[in-house]
Nanobody, 125 residues
Framework: QVQLEESGGGLVQAGGSLRLTCAAS????????MGWFRQAPEKEREFLAV????????VYADSVKGRFTVTRDNAKNTVYLQMNSLKPEDTAVYYC??????????????????WGQGTQVTVSP
């Protein structure tokens, strides 16, 4: 089992950057593929990115490809989401999630067993 806690959200102007951090409380962090999702009011939870156990492989949603970068530091039990060129439509609550299966690359929210509480990102015009 793993507990996840996101941080780093806030208010930023369009075109700006933020880096989100997700800290995992577990002794087996390298067994989890880690994903990032977001949810805007009255919208479905949206997949953003996933990173494999070693960090050597990533998958991104088309909506963020080229602007967002997911990385992980297994020594610190932490995964990051660097967000550049932010747009007002990026405004949402951002969540990290963990999957301890034998495959990675999952893009559906229901494929992740563990979730953080979320961090708000607001992008002003």
């Amino acid at each position: 089992q793993v507990q996840l806690e996101e941080s780093g959200g806030g208010l930023v102007q369009a075109g700006g950057s933020l880096r989100l951090t997700c800290a995992a409380s577990t002794d087996t962090f390298t067994t989890y593929a880690m994903g990032w999702f977001r949810q805007a009011p009255e919208k479905e939870r949206e997949f953003l990115a996933v990173i494999s156990w070693s960090g050597g492989n990533t998958v991104y949603a088309d909506s963020v490809k080229g602007r967002f970068t997911v990385t992980r530091d297994n020594a610190k039990n932490t995964v990051y989401l660097q967000m550049n060129s932010l747009k007002p439509e990026d405004t949402a609550v951002y969540y990290c999630a963990a999957n301890d299966g034998t495959t990675w690359g999952m893009t559906r929210a229901d494929e992740y067993e563990y979730w953080g509480q979320g961090t708000q990102v607001t992008v002003s015009p």
